[in-house]
Structure formats: C-alpha cells, structure tokens
C-alpha cells in the first residue's frame, strides 16, 4: 500500500474511466513512494500496475517533513535560529531595563 487513500475523482469513483484511476492518498514523509503496486484480483490473480504520481509534496528526507527539500532544510534551521537568537536578545533587552527600573547595574 502506497499510503492512506483520502478520496478518488469522479470518473475513478463511478468507474466511468477504467483505464486509470485517480486516487488522492496521504503518505508518509519516510516512506519510498513505489513506481508499481501489485493487485491481487479475483481468483487469487494478481497483476503489477504502474504508478504514476501528479503532484507530491516536498519532502525532507533530514527531519522527514513535509513542506521543504533538503537542500532548504539548513535555511530553515538557520531562520528559526535566527528568531530564537532575537527572542533570546529581546529577553536580556527586558531583563536589562527591568534591572535598570530597578537601579542595577547590568
Ligand atoms: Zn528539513
């Protein structure tokens, strides 16, 4: 299984189109997306069917995350550390003028 099916188009739903079908899934960032599922059919048949993925989320294969690539996950780090370096600045900021308030030296 490829992943969690979510819901299928119209013409997948009411077997309008039999050629393909068109399911939307939620997948798991860790987890290789396959080319080929194998189907078992009636009979105890079975029968490989290629896969063909429209449109797939970036994946962070890093943090295995969803939203950004790798090659973007240092930007990223750096950004949310960049923003705890002002938090940190903006505490001592209010840690000094409390001190200050108070007539310490800082
Ligand atoms: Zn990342």
């Excluded at 992943?3 to 798991?28: C, H, N, Q, W």
Aim: charged share 30%; glycine share 6%.
């Amino acid at each position: 299984m490829v992943g969690m099916p979510l819901f299928m188009d119209g013409a997948t739903a009411t077997g309008e189109r039999i050629s393909y079908a068109r399911v939307f899934i939620e997948i798991k960032a860790n987890k290789e997306l396959p080319n080929k599922i194998r189907l078992q059919l009636e009979e105890g048949d079975e029968m490989d069917v290629d896969i063909a993925y429209e449109w797939i989320s970036p994946i962070c294969k890093n943090r295995k995350t969803f939203g950004h690539v790798e090659h973007l996950c240092l930007q990223r780090r750096f950004g949310f550390l960049r923003l705890r370096i002002q938090k940190i600045k903006l505490l001592i900021l209010i840690i000094r003028e409390t001190l200050f308030l108070k007539g310490m030296e800082f």
